[in-house]
C-alpha cells in the first residue's frame, strides 16, 4: 500500500479506476464478515439448490445504505468477488433489529 496510501494513489492514476484492497479468505462466511466489517450482519447462511451456491445475508436495516454504497457500488463490487472467488451469487436483506429484546 505504501507510506500514506501512495502506491494505491499511484494505481488509481495508473488505471483511472477505483482500486479495491480486500482481504482474501477461502472461506466465504469469514470473506463476507471482512467485507461488511463496519456493517451489523444479523445472519450469513449458504444454500445449494441445482448445483448453484446462493449466500444469503441478513443485515440491520440501519446499515442498508453503508452495505449497498454509494449507487450500489459497494454491493455490486461485493456481487463480484463472491461470484469470482466462490462461484456464489448473493441475497441480501435488511431485517429491522429491536433494541433491548
Do not use: Q
Amino acid at each position: 500500500i505504501g507510506k500514506g496510501a501512495e502506491n494505491l494513489k499511484k494505481l488509481r492514476k495508473v488505471f483511472n479506476k477505483v482500486v479495491v484492497i480486500i482481504s482474501r479468505y477461502n472461506n466465504p462466511e469469514k470473506f463476507t464478515k471482512s467485507f461488511f466489517k463496519n456493517v451489523r450482519i444479523i445472519d450469513i447462511e449458504i444454500r445449494e439448490a441445482m448445483g448453484e451456491k446462493t449466500l444469503f445475508l441478513s443485515i440491520d436495516e440501519r446499515d442498508r445504505g453503508i452495505a449497498i454504497g454509494r449507487e450500489g457500488s459497494r454491493i455490486k463490487t461485493f456481487k463480484e468477488f463472491l461470484k469470482r472467488l466462490f462461484k456464489m451469487t448473493l441475497i441480501m436483506k435488511a431485517k429491522r433489529v429491536l433494541e433491548g429484546v
